[in-house]
Each structure stands twice: as structure tokens, then as C-alpha cells.
């Protein structure tokens, strides 16, 4: 199976690179934002325990993150793989998902990271504002919070994937089709 985690800062291109990844590797997104608001919409048990984390604002504890995941896995009967997107954002997360991915055979093949310098990701979110109309990236003292979150609490999980060889970094600068080709042929390398 080709398990994919795709990391990289807030605009970065993770979206982007993940729809194209989906498509030419015929691969099941799995997005932990949006496995929580279909588990929170759908009030399934492990939405309304989430949900109650969130509406004392604490963070949604991992188990029960990975328990919506392996929900998610577990429902596809012949996937060709999974790309992973907004987790493990931890080494804690990351590590349940390894272990997880065992009980069913299966493991991370790559984690890709897009790199791409901090004033170009300011320059991508605020053009990104203004076609999406998302007010996160429309506000520099958001966008700066968002990086520096990122930067001290995420980044620290491509240690834990290349201790085990699985890190490759990817250029993120260039057009889309560039970086898409760079991601193709690490892929293919690997796989």
C-alpha cells in the first residue's frame, strides 16, 4: 500500500499537491480537518467526544483522533493507499499511526515535505485570501501565528520520520507542475 504523509507549513501547496497525488496514484485523502467536521456533522460517538473537547477549547486528545482515522482506513475495502494530510502534526501522533498501520499490515513509505521559505508562504496565503476568501489567510498576525505553531510544534515530527529513512524533503518553489513533478518522481523512485 502507498502511505503518504504530506507536510509542509501553511502554503506550502499541501492542497494543491494532494489532489494531483490523489489522482495520479489513485490514493484515499484522508484529512484529519475534515474527519472531524464529518464526525462532528454526522454526531457519531467519537464526533460528540471530540466535540466536547473543543467546546472547552482543549485539544482533541490523540486517541480519539486516531480512532477516527482508523474508522476512516477501515472503511475503504481495497484502497491503494492513503495520503495522510494535517497528520500526525506530534511524534506522539505519529507513533500511534505507525502502530495502527501495523494491526493492518501496512506502514508510511514516504513523508514529503514542501519547503518553501517563510515570506514566500506570507506571499501565497494573503494571494490565497483573496480568492478563497478565508479570513485565516488574510491576516498577517494570523498567518505569522500559523507559521511560528507550525514551525515549533509540527516541524519537529520530520525528525521522527527520518530517524526511520522515510523523510524526503521536496523544493517548493517553482510552478505547481515543477513541484508536482518533483513529488511524481520521488514516488515513483520509492515505489
Do not use: C, W
Not at 460528540?48 to 477549547?57: H, V
Not at 495522510?84 to 507513533?95: M, S
Amino acid at each position: 500500500m502507498l502511505n503518504i504523509v504530506l507536510f509542509g507549513p501553511p502554503g506550502a501547496g499541501k492542497g494543491t499537491q494532494s489532489e494531483r497525488l490523489i489522482e495520479k496514484y489513485n490514493l484515499v485523502h484522508l484529512s484529519t480537518g475534515d474527519i472531524f467536521r464529518a464526525n462532528i456533522k454526522g454526531e457519531t460517538e467519537l464526533g460528540k467526544l471530540a466535540k466536547s473537547f473543543m467546546d472547552q477549547g482543549k485539544l482533541v486528545p490523540d486517541s480519539v483522533t486516531i480512532d477516527m482515522l482508523r474508522s476512516e482506513v477501515l472503511k475503504q475495502s481495497t484502497p491503494n493507499g492513503f495520503i495522510f494530510d494535517g497528520f500526525p502534526r506530534t511524534n506522539a501522533q505519529a507513533a500511534a499511526l505507525d502502530e495502527f498501520l501495523l494491526t493492518i499490515d501496512s506502514s508510511i513509505l514516504l513523508m514529503l515535505a514542501l519547503e518553501v521559505e517563510e515570506n514566500e508562504l506570507k506571499t501565497r496565503l494573503l494571494k490565497r485570501a483573496g480568492v478563497s476568501g478565508r479570513a485565516d489567510d488574510a491576516d498577517p498576525v494570523i498567518i505569522e501565528n500559523r507559521i511560528r505553531v507550525y514551525n515549533n510544534e509540527t516541524a519537529p515530527v520530520k525528525d521522527y520520520y527520518k530517524q526511520q529513512g522515510k523523510f524526503v524533503s521536496i523544493d517548493g518553489i517553482g510552478t505547481i507542475d515543477d513541484i508536482t513533478q518533483r513529488l511524481f518522481s520521488v514516488i515513483d523512485e520509492k515505489n
